[in-house]
């Protein structure tokens, strides 16, 4: 499958055809997205088994995007591989998301005590979500394409996004704001979301990373195997 220049439209469609080549890059996420999720779907039981797979879906962060890197160059990601290039992705994304939870310790968690009532929640959650997907655009491909570093991926994936702006605007405004809203109309019209919102929330995500894997690995070299 042959990636060429071009528009976020294109790469998001090169995305859609990569699950056709691969069908297991969807599925695998979803059942792994699913099992994070259990406590929201099942009740607290579920959390035995979500704490395990939030773990396993950290590694799986980079896995993702080296399968969509093997795509788009007409080539596959073998069976064999992937638990152990997830297992090498897990510490570096499990020590990005702790980075990650930095500013939301200090952030949301004084604020859900101040405010009273889900809406004026949502209010202050919504926006730092959209900051945190916005500047984190071509972080997570830069720690799984081209760094073990977290702190250095940090520094590649802003250099990434501001040297291409406005080329990187759609990439970065677009797929927050498409993931929150479909969450939100979701979360009213199914009360809650459950299993809707789960599913549809990790394909949305997933189809987007594939577009922004498109955009970096055609803006930095990368090797087959991407930085296991």
Known sequence: MAQREG???EDLAASLGAWQVAPG???ITLVIGLLWDLPAIVGGAGVII????????????GTQRVWYLRLFRGKTLERGELWP????????????GLLAGIPFALVIVPVSFAV????ARALVYIPFVFVLDFMG??????????????????????????DGWPATAPYALVAPLVVIAVGQVLGRAFGGGGVVLTVFGTLLSLWF??????????HHRVPDSGAT
Do not use: C, D, Q
């Open 116 to 119: 009273h009532g889900a809406a």
């Open 7 to 9: 528009l976020f439209g």
């Open 85 to 96: 290039m997830t297992s090498n992705f897990m510490g570096r994304f499990v020590v990005l």
């Open 25 to 27: 890059l969807p599925l």
């Open 137 to 162: 655009t071509f972080i997570t491909p830069a720690l799984a394409f081209t760094t073990r570093s977290s702190i250095e991926a940090i520094g590649i994936g802003w250099r990434t996004l501001w």
């Open 209 to 218: 990373k594939g577009a922004t894997a498109g955009y970096y690995l055609r």
């Open 50 to 61: 979500s704490l395990p797979a939030l773990f396993v879906l950290a590694g799986w962060s």
